[in-house]
């Protein structure tokens, strides 16, 4: 069964410094795909980046990027230059595609960017 | 719309009444996820449309939640004999076929049940 874990509750940061949320999966399957998905207080789900199980480079977006270590089987999630806009909780999914698998989400990390 | 759409946005219900919540998915979309959110928690996965296959439905967490999809479009959760523990946020999401690694979800505003 596939697993993803988040062990940061919370974490905190100061505007233009970068920081880094931690996210591990458990799965058996060679195939799968990772996501992260912000969602500020208003509530919506917003899509932020992806990366693949054999996907040689680490995926970017903008201020985003994945820090992908398959071995370790860890996909952090790195935002630089933090703005407060930025204040949210990010949860990291996973997706094993044989079978046609559900996306399996961890339980969130809250970032709080202080001025 | 482009969007998923989710109704009500908001259901006050007393306990022991049966509560019906819609997903409207984005045209074309063969995927269809609902998941529960309770205050200031993680996503909790219920239930999992994927085309014509059946359902998985590992996450219900008992028999009074059940969920339909109708003509392979709209979704309907039934949440029968409510409880006060089903108060939470409902989140309806589609993708366009569910059987790729890089698909990501998009997600409806959600449905805060509140059981009295």
């Known amino acids: 069964a596939q697993k993803i874990t988040q062990t940061q509750p919370g974490m905190f940061v100061q505007e233009k410094e970068a920081v880094t949320l931690d996210c591990t999966y458990d799965t058996s399957d060679p195939s799968y795909g990772l996501f992260w998905y912000k969602q500020p207080s208003s509530g919506e789900m917003i899509f932020l980046i992806y990366q693949g199980s054999y996907d040689q480079q680490n995926a970017t977006e903008g201020r985003y990027s994945l820090n992908f270590q398959k071995a370790r089987k860890s996909a952090n999630l790195v935002i630089s230059a933090s703005q407060l806009g930025d204040s949210a909780m990010y949860f990291c999914a996973m997706r094993e595609v044989t079978g046609f698998q559900k996306l399996v989400f961890g339980t969130g990390t809250r970032l709080l960017v202080s001025p | 719309g482009a969007g998923v759409s989710q109704s009500p946005s908001n259901k006050v219900t007393e306990k022991g009444k049966d509560v019906e919540l819609r997903c409207d998915p984005i045209s074309g979309h063969t995927a269809l996820y609902w998941y529960r959110q309770s205050l200031g928690q993680g996503l909790e996965f219920l239930i999992y449309f994927q085309g014509n296959s059946a359902p998985d439905k590992s996450g219900l967490p008992s028999d009074r939640f059940s969920a339909e999809r109708t003509g392979g479009s709209v979704s309907t959760l039934t949440i029968q004999r409510t409880q006060q523990e089903d108060s939470a946020v409902y989140l309806c999401?589609?993708?366009?076929?569910?059987?790729?690694?890089?698909?990501?979800?998009?997600f409806g505003s959600g449905t805060q049940l509140s059981v009295l």
């Open positions: 999401a589609s993708s366009l076929t569910g059987g790729t690694d890089n698909e990501k979800l998009f």
